[in-house]
């Protein structure tokens, strides 16, 4: 029902920077909270930012927050993840999912509580 295509990963160095994207399909896009998360190998998924329907509430887990910055473009059906002063720990592949539940202007930190994913960018930072 809902595709979910992420773009914009890639390799940098240390203190650099990359803007992920990631285009979603459908009519109701501006209904859905949007989340980003990354998993590196070996370990479990992680929130890194959500944002609510409208743009007016975003969660940052505490070791981007300052460095990345999520956004959305309801009239482009897509949302973006600006990331700063990257470390070699963001090191993962990075994954765009839409909440399609009624939250209230609110945003969910759960990976299972999300409806659609993407297929995933690699983002590599090397020392």
């Known amino acids: 029902q809902v595709q979910l295509v992420e773009s914009g990963g890639g390799l940098v160095q240390a203190g650099g920077s990359l803007r992920l994207s990631c285009a979603a399909s459908?009519?109701?896009?501006?209904?859905?909270?949007m989340g980003w998360f990354r998993q590196a190998p070996g370990k479990e998924r992680e929130i890194v930012a959500a944002?609510?329907?409208?743009?007016?509430?975003?969660y940052y887990a505490d070791s981007v927050k300052g460095r990345f910055a999520i956004s959305r473009d309801n009239a482009k059906n897509t949302v973006y993840m600006q990331m700063n002063t990257l470390k070699p720990e963001d090191t993962a592949v990075y994954y765009c999912?839409?909440?399609?539940?009624?939250?209230?202007?609110?945003?969910?930190?759960?990976?299972?509580?999300?409806?659609?994913w993407g297929q995933g960018t690699q983002v590599t930072v090397s020392s």
């Open positions: 999912a839409a909440d399609l539940r009624w939250i209230g202007g609110a945003v969910r930190t759960v990976a299972n509580e999300y409806d659609y």
């Open positions: 944002i609510s329907s409208s743009g007016g509430n975003t």
């Open positions: 459908g009519r109701t896009f501006s209904r859905y909270a």
